[in-house]
């Protein structure tokens, strides 16, 4: 009959597709960091290819001003699939507190439908931030670090439809928010932000703390809302 038929086209539909999401890359970048951050990308530079499996890398302008990246993964179980990632970025920046050199972090959480991969449109955006966030330092001493917190926002390949991951990827990025990424992003403010007024202490000296933005878009703020809320 014409309702069985549509039934088993609709079957067959869904198999493809939970077929397909199992396929798709993930991590995108290498588990083991190259803590030296040798890769370097070009802000603008048509060559993606150079770094995209680097989970640390600097990233570059014309005007000679660098940063450093940093790709953090993250499963639907909301683990860190490379926690030598996350070590290295918070010892990197507890270096840059030590030397005085009052860091700006900016940790950002993409959406639905995207990901850690070299040409990822919210990446690229990422990026573009940060070195826009170091052109604006007044102190020249002030290191700019960019946290690019991946996760499986996108489990379809493009050019199919993605309409029905929606209410699946929504329920995984509170997962995320939920898991590992709470505790490194609690980790991060105590390090970048020692010197928080605290309830017990009458006056504290802020001067020596550094920059925090988080962020996120799309399904990456509910992730986001979960880990700190």
């Excluded at 005007?63 to 790709?71: A, E, G, Q, T, V």
């Excluded at 959480?109 to 995207?114: C, I, K, L, T």
Aim: charged share 20%; with cysteine; aromatic share 8%.
């Amino acid at each position: 009959s014409t309702n069985t038929m549509n039934i088993f086209k609709w079957g067959c539909l869904c198999a493809l597709s939970i077929s397909m999401a199992a396929c798709t890359t993930f991590p995108t970048r290498n588990i083991e960091p190259d803590p030296s951050a040798g890769c370097t990308q070009l802000i603008g530079g048509q060559d993606r290819k150079l770094c995209a499996k680097q989970a640390i890398y600097q990233i570059t302008a014309p005007d000679n001003l660098k940063s450093r990246m940093y790709i953090l993964e993250i499963n639907d179980q909301g683990l860190i699939v490379n926690p030598k990632t996350a070590k290295v970025a918070l010892e990197h920046l507890r270096t840059s507190m030590e030397k005085d050199n009052k860091p700006l972090v900016s940790l950002f959480v993409h959406g639905w439908n995207n990901n850690g991969q070299a040409d990822n449109g919210d990446l690229i955006n990422f990026e573009q931030a940060v070195m826009a966030l170091n052109a604006s330092q007044e102190n020249p001493k002030s290191e700019v670090f960019g946290i690019y917190v991946s996760w499986r926002g996108k489990t379809m390949p493009s050019g199919l439809s993605h309409a029905f991951t929606f209410w699946g990827r929504k329920a995984i990025s509170e997962e995320v928010g939920r898991g590992q990424l709470a505790n490194f992003i609690f980790e991060l403010e105590s390090i970048v932000k020692p010197n928080l007024k605290a309830a017990d202490k009458e006056t504290v000296d802020q001067t020596k703390n550094g920059k925090l933005i988080l962020s996120g878009h799309s399904f990456g703020a509910s992730a986001l809302y979960n880990a700190v809320g």
